[in-house]
Each structure stands twice: as structure tokens, then as C-alpha cells.
């Protein structure tokens, strides 16, 4: 089969950063899904891994990275009892195996959910990681219940991003939040309110424009941008009782205390936990994507599909590696094979 | 009215450490009631105020510390609703006000619930502020319910103390969760199994101790210890999309990213916080306390009263203070007006 991985860590400009290269087709373990995909889409994870994961090093079969993907099942194992084949399928992987940047990709039952009937190929694609992530951060994390927190408020930290966007709609549609959530530039904010966000803010001098919104404090944050950076002006803004969420890691040690008299909570997100260390419960992605494809298809959430590049190519991967470097992309980004 | 209290902070043996004084009875304002107290308790927290509240200083009039409480309703404020003169009452109060060590005391009754009628004012006296303490982690923090989270597993580190030792039987009685205890003289091992623990395991050595006890990982940890001391501790035993919770506060930032990869939780628990900050739930700590008295009542939650003093005195305080600033006590102390 045909795929496109790298051998070295390089920037995205050079020109082995993405190569295509033949490979054999993978053979599904007992609990596998054979799948030939059909579209996938691209995550920041995916270029952090790109980028970080064979430095200094030349691997000697290239790695296959992406997780996203929606395609129809081909073949399955022996202990396979959720799906068939010809189902069509979306998910959004395991980063200790083989990705989806290829024709062909073996992945567990537990984690694959239904593709969404009334979405396009492209349109589902985009969706598997960032409401896994989203919908783990709101409901396993912080455990919040639309019964108990009904009418409280959030702050999404990166509104206008790919987790960022699904995020507003499952607070304010699900959840039942009062959503702000940042942005400052005339289209990402135009973007946020389209998601469903009550309130966008620009992200500097985040504490005066949150009050300028009208709220001393707020119950949740959620950061996809930088817990460090972000820290001081979150211990500000957290309720007392309050919960901050991230889902971006800290390469330096965190002030803790400083959440302490407000008897606040920190959760972090990180949406491969089930996968990789094949929790009892790893099923609950199946069930979310098939929550996730019922809310889809009753048009209750939408799609977050921004743009979309036809082919999987190297120039491609490339383009959307490019485009999510720089930081700036709205919503998410499809490549349809 | 009599009192007790210290002007200066001073090590508890020394003569002034606590001094008795004579002041004005206080003045109920609203929504407070003015308690007579009959019997009080002590906790660690009021040895680290002593301690550290007038350093380098000497205060015009004596500071009067101490939380719990229980006592007789003698007059309500105008706006009172929650109970009547004659009411008995208990509560762990409010650390912005003045204390418990004092013959009468003003209160908001939305942090006061109504005493145990089957507890000996002694009994009653040891519960409002551990109690209030161990719900709030367990229930508002961790968001433990029993409906999801019956039969997982918790580590409570230092079990025999005040706060562990009704920790360790909401875990087991109201949660339905399986503990872990940590205690290491056969006195603290013996309480803690008294209280209701599955598990007595010795903190030195812990991780190995609770693996032969049969558990990889568990899914929630209390640190009543330490939390700087504990930490890399903790992230090794928490299972993945566990929570961590601790009253402590920590003294150094926190390699907080190494909870990361298994999406872990941390929650900070003050029981101050809610009339701290006049939270709009603060009469949430007046229907625990009811709940914890019914609890008391029906004989599914006992005391956790280990030594009674008799009478307000500075003897007392100080033999209280002395006997907690070991760090060795057991259960709890009352004093008895």
C-alpha cells in the first residue's frame, strides 16, 4: 500500500521532511479493524511528533504519523464484535501504533465509532480527535453534569483552534455553559460565535477583558495554548471551587499553591491516556463517537471542517503541516484521498 | 466573656503562648447566631496560625483561634432563618472571624449545622471541620459519586489523623470505595482498620507497600501529609484518568507535567474557602453538616473523639496544641467547657 511518513525529524520545508513510500498492507490483531481510508485530517499533535519524534536519528522504515481518519472496514480480527465489514467507520487512533496518513490502517474496535450518516467524508474526518479531547476534558475530567453545573460559565482559551472550536459547542450545547472564549482577530472571532460562543475576548489583557465581559471569575477554564504562560492569569480568573483543564503540558514546574485558598481543581487532557495504556474502560471512545455521530447527525453539533486538500500526497501533508505550524489556522483541515 | 488567645507567636512552651483574657461578648450581625460553646476541638491548622499568624509582631488585643465547635443557640441576627435560640448547634467556623476558644462565639448559620443528637457534645465537637473537610474533597472536589465510582479504589496518606480518620469511613460507608490507609505503629494501624479501612499500609516504602497490598495503581489519593514530599509518589501510583487531592498546600512549585500522559487531576480541598469567599453554595457546608449529623445519628458514621480535656483553659490549649504539633495524635481531641 501507499504511505507517506519520514525518516528524520526535519523542518517542513525540507524536502524529505514528508516522504511516499510503499509498504505492506497491515494485518488486523484480534480486536483490529482492517480500514481503507477514505479522508483524514491533521492535529498539532501530529507536526509535534513530526517534529520531535526522530531527532538526530534516521529511522530505518519511515514512521507513519496522523491520527484522524474516516474510511470503510475491509477486513477484521477473530474477536471483533462492534463493527462489520463495509461498515463505515471514524476514529481518531492510538499513538503508540501505526498512523493514518496511508491507504490502509489496522486500529482496536474500542476506539472507533460510527462515521456521522449526514456528514461528507472531509466533514467527519476532522472531527475523531478534537471531540474525543474535548468531550473527555468537559465530561471524564472535570466531570461536569449539565444537572449540577447548568448555566455556569467557561473560559476556552484558543476558541477559534480545531479542539478549540468543537469545545464551545459541546459547552454551550451539551454542557449547557456560558461560553467566552478567546480570539482577536476579525475572522477567528467571527468563527468562535458561528461555534456557538455567548462571549469572545482577546486573549491579551485576558483578565480586564473578562471582566470587561462582565465576569468577576468564571468555573472552568480550559487551555489549548500554554498552561505555563497562561497560569498567573488563570489562578486569577478561576472561581473559588472552580476547575482549570489543559491539554498542552508545561515543560516548567507550575506555583500549585497558588490555587490552594480557592480550593481549586487542575485536570489535564490528553486523549491518547485510554489507548495507550488500555484502560478497563478504553470502550467509552467508542461510545463518544457514536454520541458524537448521533449529535452530528441531529444537527445539534456541526462540523468544524475549515479547508480542504485533495490527496494524499506529499505536498499535502506538507500544506497542512505549514498551515498548522504557523498557529493561525481556523477550525480544522481534511485532506480527502 | 473569657477567652483565650495569644498576642504574639510563640512556641507552646513558652509561658505567653496562650494567655486567658477577659472581652466583650460579640454581637451577632444578620444571618449570624451567637453560640454559648460547650465543648471545642483542635486541629492541625490552628497550631500553624498560632504559630505563624503574629510573627515578629505583638497585637494590641489577643488573637482567638480555634474552629470547632458545639454549643447553644443564645440570640439570632434579624435575618436568621435557619435556626432558633435553644437550637444546638456545631460548626469548624470561619478563618476570616474570631474563633472557637471563647466562651461565646458569633456565627453565619449557613456554615452551622445541627448537633448529632446521639454524640456527647465531646463526641459532636471533633466532627464539623474534618468532616466538612473529607466530604467537600470527596464529593465537590474529586466529584466522586457512588453511582459511578462504587468500588474503586483510594489511598488516603495519613490515615489515623483527624481529617484521614472520617476520610477513611465516608470512603468506604457513603462512597463505596475500597481504602488504603496509610498507618505504621500498630496503634495508627489498628485505628485506621477501626475506622473502616480495607487496607493499613506503612508510608515509608509506599509504593511497594501498597503493590503487595494488591493494587498496580489506584484511582483516587488523599495526601493529608505532604504534597512536595509525596509527589513523585503519587504520579507512580495513580492509575491513569486517576485523581489526586490534598489539604496541605505545597511550599515549592510542582513538576505538575508529570501527571500528563495518564490525564490525571489534582484538587486542591480548603474547607475555608466557601465563607472565605462568601461563595454563593456557603450553605452547602450547612446541609453537609446536617447530612454528616443524620449520618452520626443512624450509626453509619461514628466519632472520631481519642482524648477529652476538661475545661477552657490555657492549660488545655496548650497541652492540645503540644500533643498535635507532634504530629503523632490519633483521631481527635476535644476540650469540654
Not at 59 to 74: H, M, R, S
Not at 242 to 263: M, R, V, W
Amino acid at each position: 500500500m501507499k504511505a507517506i511518513g519520514f525518516k528524520t525529524s526535519l523542518p517542513i520545508t525540507e524536502k524529505e521532511s514528508f516522504i511516499e513510500f510503499e509498504t505492506q498492507k497491515p494485518v488486523p490483531g484480534a480486536r483490529d479493524l482492517l480500514v481503507k481510508i477514505d479522508a483524514i485530517s491533521v492535529n498539532p499533535v501530529d507536526f509535534k511528533i513530526r517534529q520531535n519524534s526522530a531527532k538526530d536519528t534516521v529511522l530505518e522504515t519511515p514512521k507513519i504519523i496522523g491520527w484522524d481518519a474516516v474510511g470503510i472496514v475491509q477486513a477484521v480480527g477473530e474477536k471483533v464484535t462492534l463493527f462489520e465489514v463495509g461498515d463505515l467507520v471514524y476514529y481518531a487512533g492510538d499513538i503508540t501504533k501505526q498512523g493514518s496518513n496511508a491507504e490502509y490502517q489496522i486500529i482496536d474496535e474500542r476506539i472507533v465509532g460510527r462515521k456521522p450518516k449526514s456528514l461528507s467524508i472531509e466533514e467527519a474526518a476532522v472531527i475523531p480527535l478534537t471531540a474525543l479531547t474535548a468531550w473527555e476534558i468537559l465530561f471524564d475530567r472535570i466531570r461536569i453534569s449539565a444537572e449540577r453545573d447548568k448555566g455556569k460559565s467557561i473560559l476556552i482559551i484558543g476558541g477559534a483552534g480545531g479542539v478549540g472550536s468543537i469545545a464551545i459547542q459541546l459547552a454551550k450545547k451539551i454542557a449547557g455553559l456560558t461560553v467566552i472564549a478567546t480570539a482577536s482577530r476579525p475572522e477567528t472571532i467571527d468563527w468562535c460565535k458561528k461555534q456557538g460562543a455567548d462571549y469572545v475576548v482577546d486573549h491579551k489583557n485576558l483578565i480586564s477583558a473578562v471582566r470587561e465581559a462582565g465576569f468577576e471569575h468564571v468555573d472552568f477554564i480550559l487551555d489549548f495554548v500554554d498552561t505555563n504562560a497562561y497560569w498567573d492569569i488563570m489562578t486569577e480568573l478561576i472561581k473559588p471551587q472552580g476547575h482549570i483543564a489543559s491539554i498542552t503540558g508545561s515543560s516548567n514546574p507550575i506555583a500549585l499553591n497558588s490555587l490552594k485558598s480557592k480550593s481549586v481543581s487542575f485536570s489535564w487532557e490528553l486523549m491518547y491516556t485510554r489507548s495507550m495504556f488500555q484502560t478497563d474502560d478504553m470502550i467509552e471512545q467508542h461510545h463518544i463517537l457514536n454520541k458524537v455521530a448521533d449529535l452530528l447527525d441531529e444537527g445539534i453539533l456541526k462540523t468544524t471542517l475549515n479547508q480542504t486538500l485533495n490527496g494524499l500526497t506529499v505536498e499535502n501533508l506538507k500544506k497542512a503541516h505549514e498551515l498548522l505550524e504557523s498557529g493561525r489556522t481556523i477550525g480544522k483541515i481534511a485532506i480527502k484521498f
